[in-house]
């Protein structure tokens, strides 16, 4: 295939890993009651394989290996990883399989397939002005493959169990390592509109990174993102079925979810390359907490259930594009992975607080209401750290460079 092809062939193979990657991992909650239930436990127990799972998912070192070796092999074993992960838990449930299938090789795996390395590769072949658009696409299809996936799961759960239904997943996952094949096994020479990246190690980058402010309160705020984003997904179904809901609306509500932040992710990193992202950031978690407080406020029903899904998508993943983004406008994209990998490790230690302490305080109070409302609160520390971050490119900021005006270009 002729290099003018390599862009939009690494963007459609990135879009289809992230798609089934995320698809299944966002339909995790609807195995949290018929699991629990199998293993006669608590809801914490299962929570706590997701919080691991979700820390796990963080490690920046796939994104690390994939800036050394290319995306190609990380992505492929990883996949063999998630297949593997499924099936040992399918086949031997119990307590130890649920903490090392689900949580640890599956939080393993999801390192290698999902964001972190995909937009990496994107980054590195994508020009600049169209980087935003081209981030929010395979964000998108990550909503994509949870709108597709979580009904087909709910059918083969009632249908055939969720260990067969498990099983079924281990294969759809599986086939990742088969597109694995089109990536690079190293990452190709960096577009000559890649950005204004320093040159130097990674060390060298690092040591940049970690006294930035923008790059630390993104961290902040990546944290919050993923409090909401992996609470809400794991105890959502458990949360329609303690009001008398039926769990297949909970499979709808997850499927609005995805289906209706595709449209969001791809919205928001198209107007991250003409204005501010630090700026949508804000509006965005800001946005966030009213819209739980609403869902709060009103009545649990069906519609309300399905109204929340499908706001709450709209704003689901769309910080993605737009805080990756940002990384790569201050640092380049040589370093990507490694950088934007840190920052999502950041966004798996809030999604490992979310998922435990959910299962945690409903146990404990049999009520999910507490972490609601602490949703909310950190709705609106994200929206107030994002507005001081410098965004000017390192080589700008580090040149004493008057600020531009205007719209600033991912």
Request: aromatic share 10%; charged share 10%.
């Amino acid at each position: 295939m002729s290099d003018a092809n390599r862009p939009f062939r690494i963007v459609a193979l990135s879009a289809l890993t992230v798609a089934l990657s995320m698809g299944a991992r966002q339909s995790f909650g609807l195995f949290l009651q018929p699991v629990s239930a199998a293993l006669v436990t608590g809801r914490e127990t299962f929570s706590l394989a997701i919080a691991v799972q979700n820390f796990l998912f963080g490690l920046p070192l796939a994104g690390i290996a994939a800036d050394r070796i290319g995306p190609r092999w990380v992505i492929a074993a990883g996949a063999l990883l998630y297949a593997a992960g499924f099936a040992s838990l399918s086949l031997a449930a119990s307590t130890a399989t649920l903490y090392l299938g689900l949580g640890v090789m599956v939080g393993l795996a999801l390192s290698a397939t999902s964001y972190v390395v995909t937009l990496g590769a994107v980054a590195q072949v994508v020009p600049e002005h169209r980087r935003g658009a081209a981030f929010g696409i395979v964000t998108a299809a990550g909503s994509f493959g949870m709108f597709s996936v979580a009904p087909g799961l709910q059918f083969l759960i009632d249908a055939l169990g969720w260990q067969t239904a498990l099983l079924f997943a281990a294969l759809a996952v599986g086939a990742i390592g088969v597109g694995a094949m089109g990536f690079p096994a190293r990452d190709p020479e960096p577009a000559s509109a890649a950005g204004p990246a320093p040159e130097g190690d990674f060390a060298r980058v690092l040591g940049r990174a970690r006294t930035h402010s923008g790059y630390l309160l993104l961290n902040i705020g990546f944290l919050v993102c993923g409090f909401h984003v992996a609470f809400i997904a794991t105890h959502l179904p458990s949360y329609l079925s303690d009001h008398g809901l039926q769990e297949s609306v909970a499979a709808v509500a997850l499927s609005l979810i995805g289906l209706f932040n595709m449209l969001g992710s791809y919205l928001f990193g198209h107007l991250g390359d003409r204005y501010r992202k630090k700026h949508l950031l804000s509006g965005l978690y800001f946005a966030r907490a009213v819209v739980i407080s609403g869902f709060m406020i009103v009545p649990v029903s069906r519609t309300s259930a399905l109204v929340f899904a499908a706001i709450i998508g709209f704003l689901w993943l769309a910080t993605v594009p737009l805080t990756s983004g940002t990384v790569a406008q201050i640092f380049g994209t040589r370093h990507l992975s490694s950088l934007y990998g840190i920052v999502f490790l950041s966004h798996q230690v809030g999604s490992f607080l979310g998922v435990w302490l959910g299962g945690r305080i409903h146990d404990a109070t049999g009520s999910y209401d507490p972490v609601w409302i602490g949703a909310i609160a950190l709705s609106l520390v994200a929206s107030v750290v994002h507005l001081p971050i410098r965004d000017r490119p390192l080589t700008e900021a580090a040149a004493g460079c008057v600020p531009r005006t205007g719209p600033i270009p991912a």
